[in-house]
């Protein structure tokens, strides 16, 4: 028999492209380049608590299990690739400047909310204010009603 629950969307941090949405430092809705390496060296510096441009085993365990925790089924571990006991800040950001990479379909250094979408971001709820992450769908939700937009 089949579950009479709605199947869970493991979307709902923003699909692909959630790893790099919050980079999004003005909150327009494009990403520039500029903003995902501000952001990650900022998020790099934050994390590298010995100050030796260097991540050990233990941080990145913090590290993955927070991903994991914010977002779940699209986490991306950071990886020690070269196995040195030291995740430096080329293996730290590696997944988001390929994902970056493969997302900017025009090569102009920024990603348009339409190349954001193609990766599974939600689009921008019209009436929220600058800055509002969360789309309208989710707002109801944690809210607790309102019926869902019709697209």
Not at 52 to 78: K, M
Request: net charge negative.
């Amino acid at each position: 028999m089949r579950s009479p629950e709605k199947p869970r969307d493991e979307n709902y941090h923003g699909g692909d492209s959630g790893m790099i949405l919050k980079y999004d430092a003005n909150h327009d809705g494009t990403l520039t380049r500029a903003e995902l390496i501000a952001g990650l060296k900022a998020e790099f510096a934050a994390h590298d608590t010995h100050h030796n441009g260097c991540l050990d085993s233990e941080q990145a365990l913090a590290i993955n299990q927070q991903r994991v925790d914010q977002d779940q089924s699209v986490a991306s571990p950071v990886v020690d690739w070269n196995q040195d006991g030291c995740i430096d800040y080329t293996e730290f950001s590696a997944a988001p400047y390929s994902l970056f990479d493969q997302l900017d379909l025009d090569h102009d250094g920024k990603l348009t909310p339409k190349e954001l979408q193609r990766a599974g971001a939600k689009p921008r709820d019209a009436n929220a204010p600058p800055g509002d992450q969360e789309n309208g769908e989710h707002r109801r939700r944690r809210e607790g009603g309102g019926a869902p937009l019709q697209q």
